[in-house]
């Protein structure tokens, strides 16, 4: 990466409903992508924020971390929802860990942009003659693209949230999560399992 600085990072990232496929490195590819090494370059270029942005704490799955790359089943919905999941617990922990370390100058918070026409849902089977129906629904109901990528930019840069860390935000507001999402315990073990998984060590 040829930036030196990095001062707002949002990741707005999810496949839906696909096949069961892997990354080169061999995880599960709803849980694949990550931009933690983004970090010490977050961390030098303070005050910088950090967004990830799932769909609202009440489409998740329970976490299942004995087969958290899904190896012995793959429900595809299932697999999705674990994986926003995944974004608010691992939200919360990075928060922690960064309170923990003394380091204020990165804030790391979670959002939603509401339903966003996309090729997101790309892979669900959709009847031949429901599909002009679709359309017109997703044109009436829909954020576009364009309105979808401005909810996020504007939330992440209200004064409002300066300090705030570790939370979801939605409409501009805080949501209230489920207790499956503010899972303390859950987070660090999903933090820990995964630092294994990838050969990352704590500094």
């Known amino acids: 990466m040829r930036e030196q600085k990095v001062y707002l990072l949002i990741n707005n990232e999810g496949i839906y409903q696909c096949p069961y496929t892997k990354t080169e490195e061999g995880f599960k590819m709803q849980l694949g992508s990550t931009t ?3 970090l010490d370059l977050l961390k030098r270029s303070s005050p910088s924020w950090w967004w990830w942005s799932p769909p609202s704490s009440t489409s998740m799955a329970a976490s299942t971390f004995e087969d958290l790359n899904s190896e012995s089943s793959c429900n595809k919905a299932f697999c999705y929802s674990q994986s926003k999941l995944a974004n608010l617990l691992f939200t919360r922990e990075l928060a922690r860990c960064l309170e923990d370390e003394g380091i204020t100058g ?3 918070n979670a959002l939603t942009p509401g339903i966003v026409r996309t090729r997101l849902g790309r892979h669900i089977h959709i009847p ?5 129906l679709f359309y017109l629904a997703s044109l009436a109901f829909f954020k576009s693209p364009l309105e979808g990528a401005q909810k996020p930019l504007y939330q992440a840069c209200l004064p409002d949230v300066e300090g705030v860390a570790g939370k979801c935000f939605a409409n ?3 949501e209230e999560l489920m207790p499956k999402a503010t899972d303390d315990h859950a987070a660090k073990r ?3 399992l995964s630092e294994s998984m990838v050969g990352i060590k704590s500094q």
């Open 36 to 38: 933690y090494l983004l």
């Open 106 to 108: 990165v804030t790391v």
């Open 128 to 132: 031949f003659l429901a599909k002009p």
């Open 172 to 174: 501009c507001e805080e």
């Open 190 to 192: 999903l933090w820990d």
